[in-house]
């Protein structure tokens, strides 16, 4: 191995000479590689980190599992309550891996201004609501706070708020139908106080949710206090939902039914499950050109260093050390690429990270910046993959070595 490693530097060194043919086509192999690697890293970290954010987003506003009575399964609105005296709340320890549970109730409504009107649904929480998801959502003003008695305070997307030209301190006259009203009710009325403004970038469901005191649905709904709309359940690892949802199912009472985002809005996480395949198709073009032009690097340098391989071959060396001299060089060209390559590729991403330099329009991508997810157990694997996959393509070329004899070659010299 000491020869082929002392041959293969000494050819490095040979290849940097000005009057080399093969410098400018190296350059361009190496240039290659570091281009491949760099699109390789922005599309695993910009595909995995849209995955992740949006799935966030919606585990945000309805939790991992949802908890419901079966009439309420595909409501937007909760229709038929349920008790909050279950064995699974407020600690569900039948089933590992949960990291919070918390009850909700929703209810629509519309808010009414001098001039326009919108509807809305009014998700319904209590004291013990987890916020530290709408924390990163929030741009103005403060979370409400339904610890005490019974209050007005809302918290309202930024998108309702510009459409009705609402902001903090206002007050948001909101109006609800009566169940099972007629058409001479007259409906509930509640004047809710803006304490708060959020924005999650998912118009979806920010052009549809407040967030108020659960004890404002109660009351119109005639629920006791112990009586909600649904139970929303936060598991530790989303790659894991459907195995949680069904050992929930399997642990809550026959007359609920419980379901999973992945199941509720299968329209976005489907369209998300096509970035794995779009994600592997690119990766495996990029690598396939990056591949091509190392074969053409090594076919041309093989045919310039024709000589020296009769050379070699005359005292005695055997092909395979000879393509393994190659082989060394044309990886060592390739940890080239690879080291340009992942400098520019984790720098660009870093500074998308930081900055949000890249905007993307939330009505198709349901973000407003194109997130990053650097993972160092990703980057390490492309980079291995990348090495292994284009050296292994180097060894069908390099045979070409076999084919070259002493006599011609040295005569060719």
Request: proline share 3%.
């Given at each position: 191995?000491?020869?082929?490693?002392?041959i293969?530097?000494?050819?490095i060194?040979?290849?940097?000479?000005?009057?080399?043919i093969?410098?400018?086509?190296?350059?361009?192999?190496?240039?290659?590689?570091?281009?491949g690697?760099?699109?390789?890293?922005?599309?695993?970290a910009?595909?995995?980190?849209l995955?992740r954010?949006?799935?966030?987003?919606?585990a945000?506003?309805?939790g991992?599992?949802?908890?419901?009575?079966f009439?309420?399964?595909?409501s937007?609105?909760?229709l038929?309550p349920?008790?909050s005296?279950?064995d699974?709340?407020p600690?569900f320890?039948?089933?590992e891996?949960i990291?919070?549970i918390?009850?909700v109730?929703?209810?629509m409504g519309?808010i009414?201004t001098e001039?326009?009107f919108d509807?809305v649904?009014?998700?319904?929480?209590?004291?013990q609501?987890d916020?530290?998801?709408?924390?990163?959502y929030?741009i103005e003003g403060?979370l409400?706070?339904f610890t005490?008695?019974?209050?007005?305070?809302?918290?309202?997307?930024s998108?309702?708020?510009n459409?009705l030209?609402?902001?903090?301190g206002?007050?948001?006259?909101t109006?609800f139908l009566?169940?099972n009203s007629?058409?001479?009710?007259?409906p509930?009325?509640r004047?809710?106080k803006?304490?708060?403004?959020y924005?999650?970038?998912?118009?979806q469901?920010?052009e549809?949710y407040l967030f108020a005191?659960?004890r404002?649905?109660?009351?119109m709904?005639?629920w006791?206090s112990d009586q909600?709309?649904?139970?929303?359940?936060f598991?530790?690892?989303?790659?894991k939902?459907?195995?949680?949802?069904?050992e929930?199912?399997e642990?809550?009472p026959?007359?609920?039914?419980s379901?999973?985002i992945?199941?509720?809005y299968a329209?976005?996480?489907e369209w998300?499950?096509?970035?794995?395949?779009?994600v592997?198709?690119i990766?495996?073009?990029?690598i396939?050109?990056a591949?091509?032009n190392?074969?053409t690097?090594?076919l041309v340098?093989?045919?310039e260093r024709?000589?020296?391989v009769?050379?070699?071959?005359?005292l005695?060396?055997?092909?395979w050390s000879?393509r393994?001299?190659?082989l060394?060089?044309a990886?060592?060209?390739?940890?080239i690429?690879?080291f340009?390559?992942n400098?520019i590729g984790?720098?660009l991403?870093?500074?998308q990270?930081n900055?949000?330099?890249?905007?993307?329009?939330?009505e198709t991508?349901?973000v407003s910046?194109?997130?990053?997810?650097?993972?160092?157990?990703?980057?390490v694997?492309l980079?291995?993959?990348?090495?292994?996959?284009?050296?292994?393509?180097?060894?069908?070329p390099?045979y070409?070595i076999?084919?070259?004899t002493?006599t011609?070659?040295i005569?060719?010299?």
């Amino acid at each position: 191995m000491n020869f082929e490693y002392f041959i293969a530097k000494r050819l490095i060194k040979g290849k940097e000479h000005k009057s080399s043919i093969s410098t400018p086509i190296i350059k361009i192999a190496i240039f290659a590689i570091a281009i491949g690697m760099i699109m390789m890293l922005i599309t695993v970290a910009t595909g995995i980190g849209l995955q992740r954010k949006i799935r966030e987003k919606v585990a945000a506003f309805n939790g991992h599992v949802i908890i419901s009575s079966f009439d309420n399964n595909s409501s937007v609105e909760s229709l038929m309550p349920i008790s909050s005296n279950q064995d699974f709340y407020p600690e569900f320890t039948d089933v590992e891996e949960i990291t919070h549970i918390q009850a909700v109730a929703s209810k629509m409504g519309l808010i009414r201004t001098e001039t326009d009107f919108d509807g809305v649904v009014v998700k319904g929480v209590d004291d013990q609501y987890d916020w530290n998801t709408f924390k990163e959502y929030l741009i103005e003003g403060r979370l409400p706070d339904f610890t005490g008695k019974l209050n007005e305070e809302i918290l309202l997307s930024s998108h309702i708020a510009n459409r009705l030209g609402l902001g903090i301190g206002d007050k948001a006259i909101t109006y609800f139908l009566k169940k099972n009203s007629t058409s001479n009710s007259k409906p509930y009325i509640r004047v809710f106080k803006i304490v708060g403004i959020y924005n999650s970038g998912f118009q979806q469901f920010d052009e549809l949710y407040l967030f108020a005191d659960i004890r404002h649905v109660r009351k119109m709904n005639k629920w006791t206090s112990d009586q909600i709309g649904n139970f929303e359940v936060f598991i530790d690892d989303f790659d894991k939902i459907d195995q949680k949802g069904q050992e929930i199912y399997e642990n809550i009472p026959s007359t609920m039914d419980s379901q999973t985002i992945s199941l509720k809005y299968a329209t976005i996480f489907e369209w998300l499950k096509l970035f794995d395949l779009n994600v592997i198709g690119i990766i495996g073009i990029i690598i396939l050109v990056a591949g091509i032009n190392m074969i053409t690097a090594l076919l041309v340098l093989i045919l310039e260093r024709t000589p020296m391989v009769g050379i070699l071959k005359a005292l005695g060396t055997t092909n395979w050390s000879i393509r393994k001299v190659f082989l060394y060089n044309a990886a060592y060209l390739i940890l080239i690429g690879l080291f340009w390559g992942n400098l520019i590729g984790i720098g660009l991403l870093l500074l998308q990270e930081n900055y949000g330099v890249i905007k993307l329009n939330p009505e198709t991508y349901y973000v407003s910046t194109a997130p990053v997810y650097i993972n160092f157990g990703h980057i390490v694997l492309l980079n291995v993959g990348t090495i292994i996959l284009c050296v292994l393509m180097l060894l069908i070329p390099s045979y070409i070595i076999t084919k070259i004899t002493p006599t011609k070659s040295i005569r060719f010299q």
